[in-house]
């Protein structure tokens, strides 16, 4: 069994600390900097982590009304060094994803990058909740692989393990670590009706099953899942006016807005509710894996689940979807 | 440093030409100068055009490849962005990023026939092919081109028409819904002139834009002149933000649009989810 390094909390904070800016969650579950580590709850907080690397709204570029876009300004990529203290698994590994999306040649977003570049991500193991679901995608609350250093917490400070070159250097910078066995990792939370992840052919296949229709019946398009969900890629793109300048945006968006794919002239390929629960399925657990295998599109950290104000259920509708659809097969069969 | 892909370039409108009621074609070409030496774009691309401060849109780029220097794109007014894009004239400064998505294969159509169906502003995607045709056209076999419109004042590009009717192994079909009286030319819908002009399939390649009913009528006669759902190609639209495989909004199947299409043969689409 591998080793781990017993650290202080005193001496991982003065390390932390050197390296620059602590970015933590706060009470109301946001990232913020904070000078001394806070007590974490047990899991994931309510903003996923993403939004240190994706915000909810960035700017683009500004330039003064009127001056005339030759004197366009563009946003600076932030690249202040520092680290993210208490990255939950199911988030980390969600960065894995929109790793997928904005960085990859030759459309490379440079905020994204210069984050991702500055900020260390120092991961804390989780005590599991209600609706933590991990375990559906073969990891659970002590995974290391999408983090720098995992900690595991300890009545007097944590367990450190590095996970990628960088983490490993930064351990080598924190004084007085003492080596210490590692325990095994525990495996993740799942409901325990769940068989398996969908088939991807299978799911595609089924476009057109009546299933998404009886779904999409009891859902009310407000897009929770999706503003809260730690892989949703999706944004617009706007400008705003105020105080005499103007400012192009990068705004989240959410595919379960009604008129997130309404084109000019009021054509629109996803017009009822159904359409948008099945794209927001389909792209998840079909799409995402048919164009990257390994990956889904859902890391299972259960916020979706957590906040429906409907109580719908991503597993339960996706394991209904797979029943209803396996079921058939048979039939034919 | 890395230069933000969503950030966009200044361009100067050189000309404006005001094509019909609602549409309006837009010259101009990119201001800083090492850029636009360096920028080339192939048929069917597609680039997204602001009127700054009043937001961006996706628009074919409509001009010659050969000359990518001067850049074209023909917008209509459809909304509050092409409103605002409207307003302006030659001089004006817009926003300019691109050149995005899959051409057409132009290349591959090499030695082969070529037949285009375009209606109303449909034509704006075909136009580069046009161009890119006549200007090697040596290369390429017959040049067959159907291009309807609802009225004789709704037809775009006269000038260009004016060339392409004169232009070497190439016939242009021109024909209005319902004429006016002053039209001499022919009335019907493109899928029936299409149908009665009756291009061979022999060694070629279609390529049909328009409104979607439009397109929806021309795929069945061009299947019946005998054209393989792999020779015929058209661009799907679907609402875009980036351009850029990003920002989700054009995402159908297992492809985005503005990275996988927007140009797609028949025999693709074939296999999307009917949801476009
Ligand atoms: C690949 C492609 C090529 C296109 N080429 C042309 C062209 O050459 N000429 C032309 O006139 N039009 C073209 N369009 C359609 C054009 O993009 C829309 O008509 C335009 O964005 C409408 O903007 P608006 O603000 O006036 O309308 P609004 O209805 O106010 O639209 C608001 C915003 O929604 C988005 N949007 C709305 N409709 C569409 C749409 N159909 N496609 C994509 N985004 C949309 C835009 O971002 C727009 O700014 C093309 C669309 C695509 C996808
Ligand atoms: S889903 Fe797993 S990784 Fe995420 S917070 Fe819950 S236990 Fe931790
Ligand atoms: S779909 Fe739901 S469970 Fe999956 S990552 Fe998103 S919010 Fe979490
Ligand atoms: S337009 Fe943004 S992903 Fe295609």
Same mark, same amino acid.
């Given at each position: 069994?591998?080793?781990?390094?017993?650290?202080?909390? &005193?001496?991982?904070?003065?390390?932390?600390?050197?390296?620059?800016?602590?970015?933590?969650?706060?009470?109301?579950?946001?990232?913020?900097?904070?000078?001394? %580590?806070?007590?974490?709850?047990?899991?994931?907080?309510?903003?996923?982590?993403?939004?240190?690397?994706?915000?909810?709204?960035?700017?683009?570029?500004?330039?003064?009304?009127?001056?005339? *876009?030759?004197?366009?300004?563009?946003?600076?990529?932030?690249?202040?060094?520092?680290?993210?203290?208490?990255?939950?698994?199911?988030?980390?590994?969600?960065?894995?994803?929109?790793?997928?999306?904005?960085?990859?040649?030759?459309? $490379?977003?440079?905020?994204?990058?210069?984050?991702?570049?500055?900020?260390?991500?120092?991961?804390?193991?989780?005590?599991?909740?209600?609706?933590?679901?991990?375990?559906?995608?073969?990891?659970?609350?002590?995974?290391?692989?999408?983090?720098?250093?995992?900690?595991? *917490?300890?009545?007097?400070?944590?367990?450190?393990?590095?996970?990628?070159?960088?983490?490993?250097?930064?351990?080598?910078?924190?004084?007085?670590?003492?080596?210490?066995?590692?325990?095994? *990792?525990?495996?993740?939370?799942?409901?325990?009706?769940?068989?398996?992840?969908?088939?991807? =052919?299978?799911?595609?296949?089924?476009?057109?099953?009546?299933?998404?229709?009886?779904?999409?019946?009891?859902?009310?398009?407000?897009?929770?899942?999706?503003?809260?969900?730690?892989?949703?890629?999706?944004?617009?793109?706007?400008?705003?006016?105020?105080?005499?300048?103007?400012?192009?945006?990068?705004?989240?968006?959410?595919?379960?807005?009604?008129?997130?794919?309404?084109?000019?002239?009021?054509?629109?390929?996803?017009?009822?509710?159904?359409?948008?629960?099945? !794209?927001?399925?389909?792209?998840?657990?079909?799409?995402?894996?048919? !164009?990257?295998?390994?990956? $889904?599109?859902?890391?299972?950290?259960?916020?979706?689940? &957590?906040?429906?104000?409907?109580?719908?259920? %991503?597993?339960?509708?996706?394991? &209904? @979807?797979?029943?209803?659809?396996?079921?058939?097969?048979?039939?034919?069969? | 440093?890395?230069?933000?892909?969503?950030?966009?370039?200044?361009?100067?409108?050189?000309?404006?030409?005001?094509?019909?009621?609602?549409?309006?074609?837009?010259?101009?070409?990119?201001?800083?100068?090492?850029?636009?030496?360096?920028?080339?774009?192939?048929?069917?691309?597609?680039? &997204?055009?602001?009127? /700054?401060?009043?937001?961006?849109?996706? /628009?074919?780029?409509?001009?010659?490849?050969?000359?990518?220097?001067?850049?074209?794109?023909?917008?209509?007014?459809?909304?509050?962005?092409?409103?605002?894009?409207?307003?302006?004239?030659?001089?004006?400064?817009?926003?300019?990023?691109?050149?995005?998505?899959?051409?057409?294969?132009?290349?591959?159509?090499?030695?082969?026939?070529? $037949?285009?169906?375009?209606?109303?502003?449909?034509?704006?995607?075909?136009?580069?092919? @046009?161009?890119?045709?006549?200007?090697?056209?040596?290369?390429?076999?017959?040049?067959?081109?159907?291009?309807?419109?609802?009225?004789?004042?709704?037809?775009?590009?006269?000038?260009?028409?004016?060339?392409?009717?004169?232009?070497?192994?190439?016939? %242009?079909?021109?024909?209005?819904?319902?004429?006016?009286?002053?039209?001499?030319?022919?009335?019907?819908?493109?899928?029936?002139?299409?149908?009665?002009?009756?291009?061979?399939?022999?060694?070629?390649?279609?390529?049909?834009?328009?409104?979607?009913?439009?397109?929806?009528?021309?795929?069945?006669? /061009?299947?019946?002149?005998?054209?393989?759902?792999?020779?015929?190609?058209?661009?799907?639209?679907? =609402?875009? =933000?980036?351009? %850029?495989?990003?920002?989700?909004?054009?995402? @159908?199947?297992?492809?985005?649009?503005?990275?996988?299409?927007?140009?797609?043969?028949?025999?693709?689409?074939? !296999?999307?989810?009917?949801?476009?």
């Amino acid at each position: 069994m591998a080793d781990g390094m017993k650290l202080s909390r &005193e001496s991982l904070q003065a390390a932390l600390r050197k390296r620059g800016a602590i970015w933590v969650p706060n009470d109301a579950g946001r990232w913020a900097t904070v000078e001394a %580590l806070p007590e974490l709850g047990p899991i994931r907080p309510r903003r996923p982590v993403k939004d240190l690397f994706t915000p909810p709204r960035r700017e683009i570029a500004r330039w003064k009304a009127g001056a005339g *876009p030759a004197e366009i300004e563009p946003a600076k990529p932030d690249e202040t060094p520092g680290s993210v203290f208490g990255v939950r698994p199911c988030d980390a590994r969600a960065l894995l994803l929109l790793d997928r999306a904005f960085l990859q040649a030759p459309y $490379v977003d440079p905020h994204y990058k210069a984050r991702r570049e500055s900020l260390l991500l120092v991961g804390v193991a989780c005590q599991p909740g209600p609706t933590c679901y991990c375990g559906v995608f073969g990891f659970g609350p002590d995974d290391k692989d999408a983090v720098d250093v995992m900690l595991t *917490p300890q009545a007097d400070g944590f367990v450190a393990q590095a996970s990628s070159a960088r983490g490993k250097e930064f351990l080598a910078s924190v004084a007085g670590g003492t080596a210490v066995p590692l325990a095994a *990792p525990r495996p993740g939370p799942r409901p325990e009706w769940w068989t398996g992840l969908p088939d991807p =052919k299978a799911l595609y296949a089924n476009f057109d099953h009546p299933i998404w229709r009886e779904l999409g019946t009891s859902c009310m398009n407000c897009g929770v899942c999706t503003q809260y969900c730690p892989t949703c890629q999706c944004f617009t793109v706007d400008d705003e006016s105020f105080k005499g300048e103007i400012q192009r945006l990068r705004i989240v968006d959410n595919c379960q807005r009604s008129d997130f794919t309404r084109m000019a002239g009021g054509h629109n390929p996803r017009q009822v509710a159904a359409s948008r629960l099945r !794209q927001r399925v389909l792209h998840k657990f079909s799409y995402i894996p048919t !164009q990257n295998p390994g990956l $889904v599109g859902c890391t299972g950290c259960g916020r979706c689940v &957590e906040l429906c104000p409907l109580d719908r259920h %991503l597993f339960a509708d996706v394991f &209904e @979807i797979m029943k209803r659809i396996n079921q058939e097969a048979e039939r034919v069969a | 440093m890395l230069r933000d892909p969503l950030l966009p370039l200044a361009a100067r409108i050189s000309e404006r030409i005001d094509e019909t009621a609602d549409t309006v074609t837009f010259h101009f070409e990119l201001l800083d100068e090492i850029e636009r030496k360096a920028f080339r774009y192939l048929p069917g691309q597609f680039a &997204e055009i602001s009127a /700054f401060g009043e937001g961006e849109s996706t /628009f074919v780029i409509a001009g010659d490849p050969a000359k990518p220097e001067r850049l074209t794109v023909t917008t209509k007014r459809v909304g509050a962005h092409t409103e605002a894009l409207h307003h302006l004239y030659a001089g004006a400064i817009i926003g300019f990023r691109g050149p995005y998505g899959k051409a057409f294969p132009v290349a591959e159509w090499k030695g082969k026939n070529i $037949v285009i169906a375009g209606g109303g502003i449909g034509l704006a995607p075909l136009r580069p092919i @046009i161009c890119h045709v006549l200007n090697q056209r040596a290369e390429y076999g017959k040049l067959t081109i159907v291009y309807g419109a609802r009225s004789p004042g709704d037809l775009m590009y006269a000038a260009d028409r004016e060339i392409w009717a004169k232009a070497p192994n190439t016939e %242009l079909v021109v024909t209005v819904d319902k004429g006016d009286a002053n039209w001499k030319g022919r009335e019907g819908f493109v899928p029936t002139v299409l149908r009665a002009t009756a291009p061979s399939p022999e060694n070629a390649v279609a390529i049909t834009c328009g409104p979607p009913i439009m397109i929806k009528l021309t795929l069945p006669v /061009f299947k019946d002149l005998g054209f393989a759902a792999e020779r015929i190609f058209t661009t799907l639209e679907m =609402k875009m =933000k980036c351009g %850029l495989g990003q920002c989700g909004r054009c995402n @159908i199947g297992p492809y985005y649009v503005c990275k996988d299409g927007p140009v797609f043969s028949v025999a693709q689409l074939q !296999q999307l989810p009917q949801e476009f």
